[in-house]
């Protein structure tokens, strides 16, 4: 909708300080603390009017809504304490700083929701085996006062939705959620009042079944985007692809492997492997790797940490030999791929000193039978040739 998205931008520019700075945690607060400060208002005034309906008519349903509207505001209260936390600075126990409170806040959420969702399914099932003698009587401005709040609370989503769009947050989304998951709930209790007035007694139950099973699968969806931060979910490969394109940019550098990258919240950390020539002096080395490390940072925003690997491709057997390792790995289904290969002469004996990344996580045994088949096979095409195998699990991104 238009009209929310200018009124948002609006208020943005109005109310929040260097709004354009989204990566800066500070500000991520500002939209956190807008949007929860308006949840939480227009939340408390649907609750009121829900709850007295409800008690009015003796609706099971409507009350099940309006706790499901408070349940909201709780929400947003909690999203609030999560941004503020989220803010703070690094400390001696936190040196990374306290971003990833935002999903801590969401998790939070999750758990009340879903444990908020069973007890609304205890109450509503009361009321389908057991519902109340009295007809619930409905009448146009009871109507209309429940699409008001139906209407209110879409608009409300999609408030939640414009800001956590302009800041990229999961945890905006997830109120964002509950927003339109109060209204999809406003119109069953709509319809379920309906059927209440032409005699329909138990659908008022029914209704309040579905409304808590909403509650109860919002509060999942967000258990399990909360949660993947947590638990250290892995970069988008675009991200990834993007640190590899910035790293060969810079001239010197002839691969890149081994990427791995940490979210703290808005603190992205990444560490990486560059190839480069053995032929070069160790200072010119160092200062190619910190020069990496500074593009990267300028560039993406991201705080890296640059390991050289020297390589020797002039050898006169390195293509050979990587041709056939690449043969063998390609045939192998549990290696996904080999880097860093580097040939090591000790007077007449050579050695081929590579790495393989493995397709999943596998025990010490499985790991010294891949090692041994590679050994073997390699030995029939080029038995002067030994190779030190280092095994790598696929947490790290290579090509």
């Given amino acids: 909708m238009a009209f929310i998205r200018k009124i948002t931008h609006w208020l943005v520019r109005q109310l929040i300080r260097d709004y354009q700075d989204i990566n800066n945690v500070a500000v991520r607060a500002r939209y956190g603390t807008l949007e929860s400060w308006v949840s939480i208002t227009l939340n408390f005034l649907l609750f009121v009017i829900k709850v007295v309906l409800g008690i009015m008519l003796h609706s099971v349903s409507l009350i099940a809504d309006a706790i499901h509207t408070l349940s909201d505001t709780g929400t947003s209260i909690i999203i609030l304490i999560g941004f503020k936390i989220a803010k703070k600075p690094g400390d001696r126990e936190h040196p990374f700083g306290h971003g990833r409170a935002e999903s801590i806040a969401a998790l939070i959420v999750a758990v009340m929701l879903m444990v908020a969702g069973l007890e609304l399914i205890k109450s509503a099932g009361q009321q389908i085996f057991s519902p109340r003698i009295r007809t619930t009587q409905i009448s146009w401005t009871i109507a209309a006062i429940l699409i008001g709040t139906i209407v209110a609370k879409e608009l409300m989503a999609r408030f939640a939705i414009e800001l956590a769009k302009m800041i990229k947050s999961k945890t905006l989304e997830a109120d964002a959620w509950h927003h339109r998951s109060d209204a999809l709930s406003t119109v069953l209790v709509l319809a379920a009042m309906l059927c209440a007035h032409l005699g329909h007694m138990y659908v008022d139950g029914v209704a309040g079944v579905s409304v808590a099973l909403i509650v109860m699968y919002s509060g999942y969806k967000i258990a399990r985007d909360a949660m993947s931060p947590l638990l250290g979910e892995g ?163 290579n090509q």
């Fill in 235 to 397: 970069a988008s490969p675009k991200r990834l692809l993007a640190v590899e394109n910035v790293a060969l940019s810079v001239e010197g550098v002839q691969g890149v492997h081994d990427i791995i990258v940490h979210r703290y919240g808005q603190l992205n950390l990444t560490s990486l492997h560059i190839e480069v020539s053995d032929n070069r002096p160790v200072n010119e080395l160092h200062d190619l790797s910190e020069r990496v490390e500074r593009i990267i940072e300028k560039k993406l925003s991201m705080s890296a940490v640059v390991h050289i690997d020297p390589l020797n491709k002039y050898h006169e057997q390195y293509q050979e030999i990587y041709d056939h390792i690449g043969k063998l790995v390609e045939k192998d289904e549990r290696i996904m791929n080999f880097h860093d290969l580097r040939i090591v002469e000790h007077g007449s004996k050579v050695n081929a000193v590579f790495d393989i990344t493995l397709a999943g996580q596998m025990d010490e045994k499985e790991i010294s039978i891949i090692k041994q088949s590679l050994r073997c096979e390699f030995a029939r095409e080029l038995p002067h040739i030994s190779l030190s195998i280092k095994a790598e699990t696929p947490y790290s991104y």
